[in-house]
């Protein structure tokens, strides 16, 4: 029997990522993956560089020496696509496609899998070709959970690249947390996501020790200067502990931090040090030698550093926060992270190792669940199981909507059902600006949209949150479903005995999706005694009333 074609985006790895979080956890899965002999006789790889990124000759041979059954191929790609944006995403699909179009005409079967979806150094796209297997890792979706705060890439490249989403057949997931991101903020269909989990980073074990701390105790905190990472409480926290234990204990902040960020957070404590990004081995001496870890994150993707404290038989401090808890709810020190006086408590019972034995007994099923073998094993299961769509013709709907970066429940609603109305339709947007304040929102970034003239064309319509007296006008009454939130006007009641309207009415109620970040959202009911509707339930509602 023939093998299989699993073509691998590897471009993050030729990026200055390849020594942080995303670029190991790539090598990590890559090699566990290229090693798994039941994985192995179905495919062959092959690696995608971009002869237009960095050619490192030793990362290069280390990436080809982690995943020696694989071909590496060089792709003229474009790069800094932060520029001509639009020109550069068609010259990479262009060029991608055609180099997978060559691989089908000598192997039957091609699936293609995206390592790094969102990167301003380089395109991340499929190939324009339908009877291939895409995939597509997700990492988080921080920087949606922080936009309003923060925002760490333009917006029309990282909301450009939730196209990927849409258009893979399915989505691996470092975390069940980020499952439920996609599900429940975004609407992917849940069938359509597997976490697969991960494992710790290969840290060596020989290291040259800092001289500067072989007599200063010390709490470990790998950070960073984004707004998620919570730095101010942190420091905060721990100068609280550390008055209660006679400033005896140094506070190391890893990575960069420019030199305003470092003295604004040095007035916290004169007790921080900024060690600024460190080496692999001086990384597994702090793992090694330091008190505690402290993790006072408000969002992750999967919380490695938890993880590397772990498997180093480190106490741990950290959030309370649902991907933290998912490792393990019992074998850390928890505290609510908005709360410098939880974090305060929580390290002096983590460096008392108070209850520690009991803690310490739950490292075990941690080590044993987050390795990468299994991690390789479920991602590539799936992909084995699974085979290529063929093409499907799709029926045209046209929404008129209020654009969903509105903080109503109408407005958001789009945005939250989105993904699941073009699993079944060719969805065509006619977006309503709205007056409210902006909320994070890739609808506009990815909608094929269309203008009054061509309204009337359209023989299915679903209107979200739009009164009848200001429909546009080319579109006739009759074809019209309405989805509505909220009260019925009068003048509204009095059109309906007028106009043939179909309405599906919907209870909303706020929530925050992110309390620490502050991040709103709204669930949708059918009625007041019903769990919230997922996004593919709704839409099921909508299908059988279009019919």
Not at 351 to 358: D, M, Q
């Amino acid at each position: 029997m023939p093998k299989r074609v699993l073509v691998l985006d590897v471009q993050i790895l030729q990026t200055a990522a390849f020594d942080r979080g995303m670029g190991k956890y790539t090598l990590s899965l890559l090699k566990a993956l290229t090693h798994s002999e039941a994985f192995s006789r179905k495919y062959r790889f092959i690696l995608l560089f971009n002869n237009n990124l960095l050619n490192n000759v030793d990362h290069i041979r280390r990436i080809e020496e982690s995943a020696p059954n694989s071909k590496s191929v060089f792709l003229d790609l474009p790069v800094n696509i932060a520029a001509d944006t639009e020109a550069k995403y068609q010259n990479a699909q262009e060029r991608i496609t055609g180099f997978v179009v060559s691989q089908l005409k000598i192997n039957k079967h091609v699936d293609y899998l995206i390592t790094a979806p969102f990167f301003v150094d380089f395109a991340s796209v499929f190939p324009a070709i339908q009877n291939i297997g895409k995939y597509s890792l997700v990492y988080d979706l921080i920087p949606y959970r922080i936009w309003r705060k923060q925002r760490i890439f333009p917006d029309e490249i990282y909301f450009k690249h939730f196209k990927l989403f849409l258009d893979a057949n399915h989505l691996f997931t470092i975390s069940q947390a980020v499952n439920q991101d996609l599900v429940n903020i975004l609407g992917i269909d849940s069938d359509k996501v597997t976490t697969i989990d991960g494992g710790p980073f290969e840290i060596p074990q020989n290291h040259n020790s800092k001289e500067r701390l072989k007599s200063d105790p010390f709490i470990l905190y790998p950070s960073a200067p984004i707004i998620h990472k919570n730095n101010e409480r942190a420091i905060q926290g721990f100068e609280i502990f550390n008055r209660k234990h006679n400033n005896k204990y140094k506070l190391i902040l890893t990575s960069n931090f420019d030199s305003a960020t470092r003295s604004r957070l040095s007035k916290l404590s004169d007790n921080v040090i900024f060690s600024g990004n460190v080496s692999d081995q001086e990384l597994a001496y702090y793992y090694q030698t330091a008190d505690a870890l402290l993790f006072a994150s408000l969002s992750e993707g999967l919380g490695m550093p938890v993880l590397e404290a772990v498997f180093n038989d480190l106490p741990v401090a950290c959030s309370r926060i649902p991907v933290l808890e998912e490792i393990s709810s019992k074998s850390f020190y928890l505290f609510d992270p908005l709360k410098p006086k939880e974090i305060a408590d929580a390290l002096t019972s983590c460096v008392a190792h108070s209850g520690w034995r009991l803690k310490h007994q739950g490292y075990k099923a941690i080590r044993s669940k987050y390795t990468w073998e299994r991690a390789a094993k479920i991602l590539g299961d799936q992909i084995s199981k699974q085979l290529s769509n063929e093409p499907q013709m799709k029926e045209q709907l046209l929404v008129i909507a209020k654009d969903p970066s509105g903080n109503t429940p109408s407005a958001r609603m789009l945005e939250f059902i989105y993904a699941a109305l073009c699993q079944h339709y060719d969805v065509v947007c006619h977006l309503q600006t709205v007056r409210r304040s902006q909320l994070p929102s890739y609808v506009p970034f990815v909608k094929a949209g269309t203008n009054n003239d061509d309204l009337n064309k359209f023989t299915k319509v679903l209107a979200i949150g739009i009164s009848p007296k200001i429909m546009p006008k080319p579109v006739a009454a009759q074809k019209i479903l309405q989805l509505r939130t909220g009260r019925i006007s009068v003048v509204e009641r009095a059109l309906r005995r007028v106009l043939p309207i179909n309405q599906i009415n919907i209870k909303s109620r706020k929530f925050f999706i992110d309390k620490g970040l502050n991040l709103p959202g709204w669930n949708y009911y059918l009625n007041k005694n019903q769990n919230p509707l997922s996004a593919s339930e709704l839409v099921t509602h909508i299908k059988n009333r279009l019919k």
